[in-house]
């Protein structure tokens, strides 16, 4: 790996962040707060919240088995995902590479921060080879993405491949894990001490049932850390998100129930799709959706929408004409799914 200052952009390397009350005064236990021109009244609304989450972060530690100082929590993944353009993606000039199709943001973050964004196409059983993603990088590519299990196509990318770019790639390796939890394979957080230019995202959003609250994660080194948190909002994670992700982080067993569920009725639901006679063929998947390819998914989906059962259409995304991206749902909202289909002219 490059050094991180190499890699950092300049005015974000020698950037003197804004420091709050809240910040400044983390100390002995204090009684009467003066220091941040907040209302005495309204308790506990009238506070600012913990800049950088601490409680959640040590929960989250626990579960992970990832130190404090090698977490950083965000506005939904997103905010993760934004901060390797503004942190290390220097605008018309720097670049990343990313395995295509996948997820939209990273593509949409880099036309915002004026990146260039280069794709690797996925092979016929949606991997790609580390030499492909390599050969895509110049002296100016800063990241590359990978998702895995990839979204939208639902498949793990392979791990030693995934391995093989680390190791070779001099810039930064981001790693999407959003669905790690519905997938057999480990998540990538092992890796960390070992390799200091990986980043490794996951969310509250997906299997911890909490997308309305935006909680997203980065895991990386320490230094990578430091530099998401010198460029995000002070306040970031509001009050309510951090007591309401601490809650849920406090049961995991339910979460553990829900996934469990929701693994058994992707398997049903799979299966009922492959007899499906307007359905030509389910991809495997290791998240909490697949990817169906139909005679006619325009025709399906519309079908759908008039029976009030939205499914997401991926048919102009590229190496997925035709397909459907069906999210597990519940027993009854799958059971309705199925047999509007099984009604369908
Ligand atoms: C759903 C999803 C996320 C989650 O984004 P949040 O902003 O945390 O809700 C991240 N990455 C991928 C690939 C996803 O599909």
Request: aromatic share 10%; net charge negative; proline share 5%.
């Amino acid at each position: 790996m490059k050094n991180l200052k190499d890699l950092t952009r300049p005015n974000i390397w020698s950037l003197a962040p804004y420091s709050s009350a809240r910040n400044e005064y983390s100390g002995h236990i204090a009684r009467v707060f003066l220091d941040a021109n907040e209302n005495p009244y309204n308790n506990p609304y009238n506070r600012y919240p913990d800049p950088l989450q601490q409680e959640v972060k040590e929960r989250i530690s626990q579960i992970k088995h990832v130190p404090t100082e090698c977490i950083f929590l965000g506005n939904g993944s997103d905010e993760a995902i934004d901060l390797v353009y503004r942190c290390f993606c220097e605008p018309k000039k720097d670049n990343v590479v990313a395995i295509e199709p996948t997820y939209g943001m990273y593509r949409v973050c880099a036309d915002i921060n004026d990146v260039e964004y280069r794709t690797v196409l996925l092979d016929e059983n949606f991997q790609v080879r580390a030499e492909s993603l390599l050969d895509a990088c110049d002296e100016n590519t800063k990241a590359i993405w990978i998702c895995s299990p990839n979204n939208p196509t639902g498949n793990r990318i392979n791990r030693e491949e995934i391995i093989k770019v680390i190791e070779n790639f001099q810039g930064l390796v981001v790693v999407d894990e959003a669905y790690i939890d519905f997938s057999q394979e480990e998540s990538m957080t092992k890796h960390l001490p070992a390799c200091p230019n990986l980043i490794v995202l996951q969310t509250l959003s997906k299997a911890w049932g909490s997308a309305a609250i935006r909680c997203g994660m980065a895991f990386a080194g320490k230094d990578i850390i430091d530099i998401y948190n010198k460029v995000k909002y002070p306040y970031n994670l509001n009050y309510l998100t951090q007591k309401q992700a601490l809650e849920r982080l406090n049961n995991t067993f339910e979460v553990e129930q829900w996934v469990k569920l929701l693994l058994q009725e992707r398997r049903q639901l799979m299966e009922a799709f492959s007899l499906l006679p307007i359905c030509r063929k389910v991809y495997p998947t290791d998240a909490n959706f697949f990817l169906a390819e139909m005679d006619d998914a325009q025709k399906t989906y519309d079908y759908l929408v008039g029976k009030g059962v939205i499914v997401r259409n991926r048919t102009r995304i590229t190496l997925c004409h035709n397909c459907l991206r069906i999210t597990v749902g519940t027993k009854d909202e799958n059971s309705e799914l199925l047999s509007a289909l099984r009604t369908m002219e």
